[in-house]
């Protein structure tokens, strides 16, 4: 049974810092994303990491502050945030498929399996 399941979300004052976490269990992934949705908003792409290779993707308005990784051994997912502002107030989830997806696939919501959610508040 394929689950992922995030961690790590939380409070935090405006310029702060706070590191989500991805464990996915039942098989292997070869594309990881995070996506985020605030009150009254669409689902939005944040970042993705493609393997092989461990490209990585981000949403320009991360770009530089938010980082993705995954540890292959443990087959989880993180996602760094750095430099934290109040619009990066959402719920984030975590998405993940088997398939080496394509790049255009990646920022689009075409992921097989998610994530419950985590919230995320930045206070000004």
């Known amino acids: 049974q394929v689950q992922l399941v995030e961690s790590g979300g939380g409070l935090v004052q405006a310029g702060g810092s706070l590191k989500l976490s991805c464990g996915a269990s039942g098989r292997t992934f070869n594309t990881m994303g995070w996506f985020r949705q605030a009150p009254g908003k669409e689902r939005e792409f944040v970042a993705a990491l493609r393997r092989p290779g461990s490209n990585t993707y981000y949403a320009d308005s991360v770009k530089g502050r938010f980082t993705i990784s995954m540890d292959a051994a443990k087959n989880t997912a993180y996602l760094q945030m750095n430099s934290l502002k109040p619009e990066d107030s959402a719920v984030y989830y975590c998405?993940?498929?088997?398939?080496?997806?394509?790049?255009?696939?990646?920022?689009?919501?075409?992921?097989?399996?998610w994530g419950q959610g985590t919230q995320v508040t930045v206070a000004s």
């Open positions: 998405a993940a498929d088997a398939r080496r997806l394509i790049l255009s696939e990646i920022r689009t919501t075409h992921y097989n399996y």
